[in-house]
């Protein structure tokens, strides 16, 4: 079971202090301020948890005072208040302001709930968050934009309702020069996680194409290692595109489901026999195993360099690394 996000209590007071506010038909700007500050400290692990609480916590509010007509304020509903009403249950609130404020994004968290926007289950707000969500992408600075491409583009594929603009914005995230560069610097240092799924999903673009050799030489875990080792000596950059099942034994009615990915040619160029040279010398097995898969599929245009390799690759401690090695030497490479 999820645990309940927790919410401070500066933040809930100011989210009812909006709240009341635009109930009453204004905007209160010291409770805004105190709301998009304590947005920084929210995690993005959980977001549609944080959006769901944030939302209850608008509606725990008295009960709106009597106002008699002539004490009401004219046009009391038409106006936005920037960023909180992204979190509103009220379609049309979450369009105008989506039509209406175009700025950076205060906070990583702001971002997220932005580009989320874009996957809303109401067309108009789709729409609307085109605008907003490229703006925002283009101004924010490179460290909301880097925290919020690393939650994202793995999550992507999840979203069904952002047809292909909306995916195309959530895709655009690592092309800036500075973001690109900061997300490499982030996979190559990144002890644990899903770095090498972020490597993935940012390589639908060319802006990480050309700090692959780094990220294969030098990032700490092992799977970004291979992953960038396979784009550069494959020489195309893959990354999943989804779901599909595959029969196993269709007379049985059994299946399984399997990833399906898909590729681009890189923009850049590296030589194969160096870098096949280096990956077998990786100290990872992951490594050495795709260097040993490339080698079988290429042996034939590396001619007498294979046998080298092939040599190196049967005496690896591994047994499946070797076996790949000894079977290449049985085909006739031993000589």
């Known amino acids: 079971m999820t645990a309940r996000p927790e919410i401070s209590k500066k933040m809930q007071d100011a989210i009812r202090r909006i709240a009341s506010a635009i109930r009453m038909g204004r905007c209160d700007p010291a409770a805004l301020t105190v709301f998009i500050d304590e947005t920084s400290s929210l995690p993005l692990s959980n977001i549609a ?9 608008s509606y725990d509010i008295q009960p709106m ?6 004490q009401r ?29 175009m700025t950076e994004a205060p906070s990583a968290f702001l971002l997220a709930v932005l580009l989320r926007r874009l996957n809303d289950w109401i067309p108009q707000v789709r729409e609307a968050a085109h605008k907003a969500a ?3 992408v283009a101004t924010s600075s490179v460290d909301i934009v880097v925290d919020v491409a690393w939650v994202l583009l793995p ?9 292909p603009e909306g995916q195309a914005i959530i895709d655009s995230l690592p092309n800036r020069p500075d973001v690109a560069k900061s997300i490499c610097q982030k996979i190559l ?20 194409d050309e700090f692959l050799p780094e990220l294969a030489a030098s990032a700490i875990q092992p799977a970004v290692r291979a992953a ?3 784009m550069l000596l494959t020489r195309r950059a893959v990354w999943s595109d989804g779901w599909a099942w595959r029969w196993t034994d269709k007379s049985m009615g059994e299946r399984v489901r399997e990833r399906t990915w898909v590729s681009r040619e890189l923009t850049i160029e590296t030589g194969i026999v160096p870098t096949l ?18 080698l079988i599929s290429h042996q034939a245009e590396l001619g007498e360099v294979a046998l080298a390799l092939a040599r190196q690759l049967e005496t690896d401690p591994y047994p499946s690394i070797a076996e790949r090695g000894r079977f290449l030497l049985s085909k006739g490479l031993r000589g």
Do not use: K, M
């Open 65 to 70: 005072p009597r106002v008699l007509p002539w």
């Open 134 to 136: 490229r703006h925002a």
């Open 189 to 208: 240092r990144e002890p644990a996680g899903g770095a090498s799924a972020v490597l993935h999903e940012a390589s639908r673009c060319a802006s990480l």
């Open 228 to 230: 960038a080792y396979r």
């Open 73 to 101: 304020q004219p046009d009391a509903y038409r106006f936005a208040v920037p960023w909180f009403d992204l979190f509103s249950a009220n379609g049309f609130r979450r369009e105008r302001v989506l039509r209406t404020v």
């Open 49 to 57: 948890q944080y959006e769901n609480a944030i939302r209850r916590i």
């Open 155 to 163: 999550a992507r594929l999840t979203w069904r309702r952002t047809g």
């Open 277 to 294: 040279t280096s990956a077998l010398s990786d100290p990872s097995p992951a490594v050495r195993r795709v260097a040993g898969d490339v």
